[in-house]
């Protein structure tokens, strides 16, 4: 299956790359690029200390010595000491000595960094996604929010690398380039002038590596979808026999994004031999002018040609590093776009309104009130879910909603318990209205079963402690025991502390559905919403589970999607929906007793077995 189409990506943009890594921790970053630039200017001053190193060694000594010579020859006069040879050498080890020692600081600050600003960019995101409404969530493909949290992160942590390593090459680059002027400008002004020559001719390059990383962005993402369809799908996939099909899209996506891969180390290692190739001919070039037209003592031509030769790796590494942030910042582009939607899109916090006041009651009842819902925009329109649905679910007692699929049960839970917001209408607790901070607070008052209970991968104690951290042994048994789970937990080897694999793929549906049930019985909640939470069970644990679900009655508002009699035969009040339409209201006795009503026609049907 396809992946449903996206809109081509913005054009990826420096400005705000460079403001987010800024904007981290301004004070640090100053620290790093103090650091950086005190270890590029210790590494020039040792590169002119060459010159009278090498003329007190007698390459191109003259005894009129003066330019550089002189100038160092009084500085240490100042300080009381000779210059000869040894002196001389003396400082130079102990100025290579600090530069190294700056050098490495101002390495392992800048690496720091760098995966600071990484982890606050990765842990933002994670809130952002996390903190946002369920309804924004619905519009992104899982796979995609998958890429961004995985794949985006690790391209942005090579860009931020790649921007900070720079900046540190080019200040090395600045100071030898100012130690090479102190030596003879006219040389180094051509070396800048065909320098920059250079970076004209691989510009092009550096333009298509940001072209490459869009598609490398894209590439990845239809390729994690690809993995994510083909493991979701795996075991229906080998049933028919269809692996091949699955196979045979991911090596498609895989081969997509290899070619992006390979493009961009085309590119690059295209400017580099270009790069490599002109500055061994303008090395030439110089070394030529110095010796015929310039005439440069000896110690200073040698002196030089030690310059540049170090600045053609600096040079080639700088063009490596913005080639890898070019590729980059579409994937920050994407992050950071990411991140400001999800953060717009926020669900409100109730964290303001403290501990005390987090739980909210079930007083008077829960009432909807002409609630309207649909989905969001998929390219077909809005998929309208609820109409005007009017309705109460009584507090302490069972209220059960039945009607064919689609009929919008589902939906209809996720807006009892906060997690979605009606487009119109009112949902009302105690008659206050089920809005803003009091959708969070009215979280912490609930609990959910999905028809489709999730396990992490860990043990059965790790997954019930998840829902309430500081229960108790006893409570843990307490609540398998509600939810007729302690017998099987009892018989397993390693009991609370057994394994339930991938998403509790080593227990049947059946035992997942009771561990599940088990886990949201912890949070003593106020209103437990049961989603098929009985589907996957035989007769005799279902019965078991309604017995004990029996004992909470006047103490726990329930709200059970079912599709079996003998569950929706028990509840207090039964809600018949069809078509996003409250069709019926009542209880057993008064619906089942209406030989035209839609509670009937559903049994006759098969619908409720």
Partial sequence: ??????????????????????????????????LQLAASLSQGVAALLLVPMLELAGVGHSADAGGWFAFTRRIFAAFGVRLTLGSML??????????????????????RYRLNFVDALRSRLYAAVAGAEWRHLLRQRQSDIQSILTVNVALVSQGTAAVLNLSAGLLVIAAQALVALRISPPITGLATATGLALTALVWPLVKRSRRLGQTLVASNRLLLGSVTGFLDGLKLAKAHRLQAGHVATFDADMRRSRRAQLAFIEASQLANAIQLIATALVLAVLVWVSVHDLHLPLAELLVLAYIF?????????????????????????????????????????????????RRLAIGSGIRFDAVRFAYPDTGAGQQQVLHDVSFEIAPRQTTALVGPSGAGKTTLADLVVGLIAPASGTITIDDRPLVGEARARWRESIAITPQDPFLFYDTIRA???????????????????????????????????TLVGDRGARLSGGERQRIALARALLREPELLVLDEATSSLDTEHELAIREALSSLHGRVTLVVIAHRLSTVSHADSIVVLDRGHVVETGTWLELAHRDDGRLNSLIAAGALT
């Fill in 463 to 497: 997954n019930l402690l998840w829902a309430r951290p500081a229960a108790s042994e006893p409570e843990l048994w307490s609540a398998l025991q509600l939810s007729a789970a302690a017998a099987f937990v009892e018989d397993l080897p390693a009991g609370l502390d």
């Fill in 309 to 357: 030769t170090r600045l053609v790796p600096l040079i080639t590494s700088a063009q490596n590093n913005v080639q890898i942030a070019a590729q980059a910042l579409p994937a920050m582009d994407e992050l950071l776009s990411f991140i400001a939607d999800a953060e717009a899109a926020a669900e409100p916090s109730a964290s303001a309104l403290g501990s005390s006041a």
């Fill in 1 to 34: 299956m396809k992946p449903p189409a996206r809109r081509p990506p913005a054009p990826a943009r420096l400005k705000p790359f460079l403001i987010a890594l800024r904007a981290y921790n301004p004070q640090r970053l100053a620290w790093v690029i103090v």
């Fill in 90 to 111: 003396v400082v130079y080890v102990g100025v290579v000595a600090v530069a190294a020692a700056l050098n490495a600081c101002q390495t392992v600050e800048l690496t």
